[in-house]
């Protein structure tokens, strides 16, 4: 089998979100699993110099009409947050924790945490939050939040940002296919090609 599609994204991306609802369907459309890898922009952005969207000058005010229009191109429900950016640890956490024992299911939850920020515009960026919407899926609430408090998790997430910038990550989404980095939901026709023929 071919090897599977890596997808990186932050919680508190929208164009991450737009992805997150997509790229399974798209890998599985050409044979593919995928690898779902949360990172922290905020680390990323230490090394990069870049800022939230939000903050910078034109863009920022561009980039909220980009966001809701990119969701609506790709028939995605958002719904812009009332705060924004937030820090993404706690949901992180949780996915890599719930990674380790159940894939699919911490793949569900990565879903499920990305609708209730974009479109419940619920603030993941608290355990508690981030417990309560694992709940919704069978997930016990307190073994959640002490795995977000854990501290073997808290350096499983630092080393899985460190690897994803050794790797070149600087954005999100950012997905891998055999080595070949695309950035930004808006390279989705890019890399449907290139899982459909190859290099180009």
Request: charged share 25%; aromatic share 12%; glycine share 8%.
């Amino acid at each position: 089998m071919a090897n599977p599609v890596d997808f990186y994204f932050d919680y508190s991306s929208p164009y991450g979100y737009i992805a997150a609802m997509k790229i399974d369907d798209l890998a599985a459309k050409h044979g593919r699993g995928v690898d779902w890898k949360p990172i922290l922009l905020g680390a990323v952005f230490k090394v990069t110099g870049a800022q939230p969207l939000p903050t910078l000058p034109l863009k920022g005010d561009y980039a909220k009409r980009d966001i809701t229009r990119s969701a609506r191109f790709h028939g995605i429900a958002i719904r812009y947050p009332s705060k924004f950016p937030i820090a993404s640890q706690a949901p992180a956490r949780a996915f890599y924790w719930l990674n380790d024992r159940d894939p699919g299911l911490a793949r569900q939850l990565a879903k499920t945490l990305y609708q209730a920020y974009f479109v419940d515009d619920r603030d993941i960026s608290s355990p508690d939050a981030t417990a309560d919407v694992a709940a919704t899926l069978g997930l016990e609430r307190d073994e959640v939040l002490a795995a977000i408090s854990d501290p073997a998790i808290k350096e499983r997430l630092k080393s899985e940002v460190d690897a994803a910038i050794k790797r070149g990550v600087f954005g999100s989404p950012f997905i891998v296919i055999d080595g070949e980095p695309f950035w930004g939901v808006d390279r989705f026709d890019q890399i449907e090609r290139w899982l459909t023929q190859g290099p180009f």
